[in-house]
Nanobody, 129 residues
Framework: QVQLVESGGGSVQSGGSLRLSCAASGFTYRKYCLAWFRQAPGKEREGLAAIDSDGTISYAPSVGGRFTVSQDNAKNTLYLQMNSLKPEETAMYYC???????????????????????WGQGTQVTVSS
């Protein structure tokens, strides 16, 4: 059973940086897509960035150039480096995994929550002005 555990959230001032981590256990899949999402109260879950088992990366236009996704395969850990954070980016941040080989390309391209099966519990990020 895949388990995802996020950490690294917290409070930061506008313009600041945070690095989120997502530790994956029970993860033995050769073909996968891992992604970061966020959800603010009253808003839909938004896909931010993804990386697949080949190392291909995608970003949502809203975070490109400011956020960097990476993975450490030896540690089974996914990261999200977030720079130049804005108050409107206050939200719960989640990592997610798609392990269906038939959908990983779509998952990477669309960053749609519907393509991801496994989810972490989330880590709160609060950006103050």
């Amino acid at each position: 059973q895949v388990q995802l555990v996020e950490s690294g959230g917290g409070s930061v001032q506008s313009g600041g940086s945070l690095r989120l981590s997502c530790a994956a256990s029970g993860f033995t899949y050769r073909k996968y897509c891992l992604a970061w999402f966020r959800q603010a109260p009253g808003k839909e879950r938004e896909g931010l960035a993804a990386i697949d088992s080949d190392g291909t990366i995608s970003y949502a236009p809203s975070v490109g150039g400011r956020f960097t996704v990476s993975q450490d395969n030896a540690k089974n850990t996914l990261y999200l480096q977030m720079n130049s954070l804005k108050p409107e980016e206050t939200a719960m941040y989640y990592c997610a995994a798609d392990v269906n080989p038939a959908t990983t390309i779509q998952a990477l391209a669309l960053l749609s929550s519907a393509d991801f099966t496994y989810w972490g519990q989330g880590t709160q990020v609060t950006v103050s002005s």
